[in-house]
């Protein structure tokens, strides 16, 4: 087997991760484009491995802890994407630096003063 090949589609792959996740906006368009980009990492170890007749299949091995890891970051990655958008209603990257703990202060909106109780009752009412 030839090792341009793979290689180079490991690289297009890579390529296009990258452009998705420095130029989208949308988090779950962004949890997709780390899974390209790790899914061209995982194309790049089994064609070494393949190329180098390793007799361990280390190449292999490791892409398989790769996928375990890739699911679980999907599978977290997905569960606060989701929590963000029902509190916000968008999953809007942009939106989220609201979130950012600045300098270890208080943010000003989160230490106002209290909610006139009203407010709980109404709240209380809608959940």
Known sequence: MHLAYPAVLAILLFCVGVYGVLARR??????MSVELML????????????WLRDSLHSGQALTLFTIT????????????VLLVFRNRGSADIDRLTGLADRD??????HDAAPAPAGDDEKAEATA
Not at 39 to 50: C, P, S
Not at 69 to 80: H, N, P, R, S, V
Not at 104 to 109: A, C, E, K, S, V
């Open 69 to 80: 890891i890739a699911a679980a970051e999907i599978g977290l990655g997905l569960a606060i």
């Open 26 to 31: 949308n988090a779950i368009l962004v949890l």
């Open 104 to 109: 270890g202060r208080p943010h000003p909106d």
């Open 39 to 50: 899914n061209a990492v995982n194309l790049n170890l089994v064609a070494f491995d393949v």
